[in-house]
């Protein structure tokens, strides 16, 4: 899975599907569904979203917003427990994160105009909570 991640921060305008080896590590993508693997995983794309501009932050970003809403963890696996032993849900678990980042986001939006459309969707995404789209 870290190489999944790694090649996400090399990644250019001309690749093809530039998060799709992320959608398939952390959960099934074509069923849309997430492992709780995509916790840690929103950790690693929004460090690549705060560091590598680009490409891979759109990529990043886009990964983001093809979960939001869209994917439900993977049947049996909507928790998991910590090394604390605490009962961690997968979806309010992303959410959280994302709202940690959130000042940071809009420092990204204000200043990178080539992410700033994505970063608002995803800001207003978080807005709304994770609402299932049909």
Do not use: K
């Not at 849900?89 to 080539?114: F, S």
């Amino acid at each position: 899975m870290a190489e999944t991640f790694r090649a996400l921060m090399r990644t250019t305008w001309a690749d093809q599907d530039r998060g799709g080896g992320i959608r398939s590590a952390v959960g099934n993508d074509h069923a849309g569904t997430l492992y709780p693997a995509a916790v840690a995983g929103t950790d690693v794309l929004l460090h690549i979203i705060s560091a590598c501009p680009g490409a891979p932050r759109n990529a990043a970003l886009c990964v983001l917003l093809d979960w939001w809403g869209c994917f439900q963890p993977e049947p049996g696996f909507d928790a998991y427990t910590d090394q604390d032993e605490h009962r961690v849900e997968i979806i309010p678990a992303i959410m959280q994160r994302v709202e940690q980042a959130a000042d940071t986001l809009r420092v990204i939006a204000e200043h990178d105009t080539q992410a700033r459309g994505l970063v608002r969707e995803l800001l207003r995404s978080l807005d709304r909570g994770w609402i299932a789209e049909e």
